[in-house]
T-cell receptor
Framework: NAGVTQTPKFRVLKTGQSMTLLCAQD?????MYWYRQDPGMGLRLIHY???????AKGEVPDGYNVSRLKKQNFLLGLESAAPSQTSVYFCASIRAGTSGTYEQYFGPGTRLTVT | AQSVAQPEDQVNVAEGNPLTVKCTYS??????LFWYVQYPNRGLQFLLKYITGDNLVKGSYGFEAEFNKSQTSFHLKKPSALVSDSALYFCAVRDPSLSGNTGKLIFGQGTTLQVKP
């Protein structure tokens, strides 16, 4: 099992450019999440998905869009990058359960710099 | 609203000494609590969790955490620190009483642990 993988690992964008970050998981997990990590602010939830074809906004969704066309993939898009989106982005997944006791599994992260 | 606080940005401890990384939480119901560790340039790794039952939970790499409902705390502990424990530690909470099972976690801001030889 590769677990959760993220592509690319690093990226530098100019202001106004667009890009898509790919998250893939091979654990057959139903729920997937995109976070951003900034110094001193912990992890903040951008968007999440509870199943194929379903997405929802998290804490900081502005400037991002997501899609979950296949259960194993969760894409994060930046339509017009801004310097404020310079961050490290993490994807996570979890199996569904009525008790919600399961831990999230994280990918290795994508370091994005917007100049 | 749910929230998690890690009051210390950094904790310094000598190798071989016990360590504690503090976490307090605020939820409306009974919490599910988690600790994760992040090594440099890596993703978060799960350490341990409290769901129900014994207040002292044991996890990976010799870490343990104590759930204290009256103090709304879930401090991470290890009896004898190693240099290799140096990393960024995150506490997280899930409130299962909230409607909709989305598995979302709320994370603290993180505490850097430095273990010196």
């Amino acid at each position: 099992n590769a677990g959760v993988t993220q592509t690319p690992k690093f990226r530098v964008l100019k202001t106004g450019q667009s890009m898509t970050l790919l998250c893939a998981q091979d654990m057959n997990h139903e729920y997937m999440y995109w976070y951003r990590q900034d110094p001193g602010m912990g992890l903040r939830l951008i968007h999440y998905s509870v199943g194929e074809g379903t997405t929802a906004k998290g804490e900081v969704p502005d400037g991002y869009n997501v899609s979950r066309l296949k259960k194993q993939n969760f894409l994060l898009g930046l339509e017009s990058a801004a310097p404020s989106q310079t961050s490290v982005y993490f994807c996570a997944s979890i199996r569904a359960g009525t008790s919600g006791t399961y831990e999230q599994y994280f990918g290795p992260g994508t370091r994005l710099t917007v100049t | 609203a749910q929230s998690v606080a890690q009051p210390e940005d950094q904790v310094n401890v000598a190798e071989g000494n016990p360590l504690t990384v503090k976490c307090t939480y605020s939820v409306s119901g009974n919490p599910y609590l988690f600790w994760y560790v992040q090594y440099p340039n890596r993703g978060l790794q799960f350490l341990l969790k409290y769901i129900t039952g014994d207040n002292l939970v044991k996890g990976s790499y010799g870490f343990e955490a104590e759930f204290n409902k009256s103090q709304t705390s879930f401090h991470l502990k290890k009896p004898s620190a190693l240099v290799s424990d140096s990393a960024l530690y995150f506490c997280a909470v899930r409130d299962p009483s909230l409607s909709g099972n989305t598995g979302k976690l709320i994370f603290g801001q993180g505490t850097t642990l430095q273990v010196k030889p």
